[in-house]
């Protein structure tokens, strides 16, 4: 079945401690989101790729950073997490742009 | 600004009893608007997109309608694992990617 995967499912990272998350997708989509989710409220978007395309929000904090080195493939990189980072980060793939996004399972990552 | 309410934020059904969930919007130019489940502790899962006013879509119990000003997830015969929360997002505007996001309806099915 075609799908959007996300490795790993849980992380555990220290304060200050950089850390990636990473995202694969089959359905050969050309958008690939990043969200952030914490407890009880909606998704809130970070960033998306159009093909190599990169676009950051405008209030996705500095310390958050993206890479795509292919179709299949894209990367969550967090330099120097905080206690306020700890939350689900949602993978989200569409084949264009206002187009049904397909979510992967999250990856939820804890700041100790 | 695109605006989503979804109502009501909480809903605790018995087995068996039919409901509707309200998602009702404000959005300049409607491309999309988007249902999905989510389950404690996983990513959203699709559940249907509709585009224009008179459409409707079902999937097993779940029938989505669409309205100019809302959406409309009915349930009909609920089981309890169809407890989940149920989002609701919009796409708007030409050339627009971001979705917007109402804060969900958190189902409770019980036996």
Redesign the interface.
């Known amino acids: 079945d075609a799908m ?1 995967i ?1 490795n790993p499912r849980y992380q555990v990272t220290q304060f200050g401690k950089p850390v990636t998350l990473s995202c694969s997708q089959t359905l050969n989509h050309n ?1 690939m989101y990043w969200y952030q989710q914490k407890s009880s ?3 809130k ?1 970070l960033f ?1 790729y ?1 093909d190599k395309d990169f ?1 950051n929000e405008a209030d996705t904090p500095d310390n958050f950073q993206s890479r795509r080195p292919n179709t299949s493939f894209c990367f969550l990189d967090i330099r120097s997490p905080g206690l306020g980072d700890a939350a ?1 980060y ?1 993978c ?1 793939t569409s084949r264009q ?10 990856t ?1 990552l804890l700041v100790l | 600004e695109d605006q989503v309410t979804q109502s009501p934020e909480a809903l605790r059904l018995q087995e068996g009893e039919s409901s509707s969930l309200n998602c009702s919007y404000t959005v300049s130019g409607l ?2 608007l ?1 249902w ?1 489940r989510q389950d404690p ?6 559940l249907f ?1 509709l585009y224009s006013a008179g459409e409707e879509k079902e999937k097993e119990r779940l029938k989505a309608t669409l309205t100019k000003k809302e959406s409309f997830l009915h349930i009909t015969a609920p089981k309890p694992e169809d407890s989940a929360t149920y ?1 609701c997002a919009v ?1 708007s505007g030409a ?5 917007t ?4 309806t958190k189902l409770s099915v019980i036996p």
């Not at chain 1, 206002?98 to 999250?106: A, H, S």
């Not at chain 2, 502790?41 to 699709?46: A, H, L, R, T």
């Not at chain 2, 050339?95 to 979705?99: A, D, E, H, P």
Request: no cysteine; hydrophobic share 30%.
């Open positions: 959007v996300q958008v409220q909606a998704p978007l998306h159009y676009n689900m949602l989200a742009t206002q187009e049904t996004q397909y979510f992967g399972p999250g939820r | 491309r999309g988007f999905y502790g996983k990513g959203p899962e699709f997109t989002l796409v050339g627009s990617y971001q979705l996001f109402g804060k969900g």
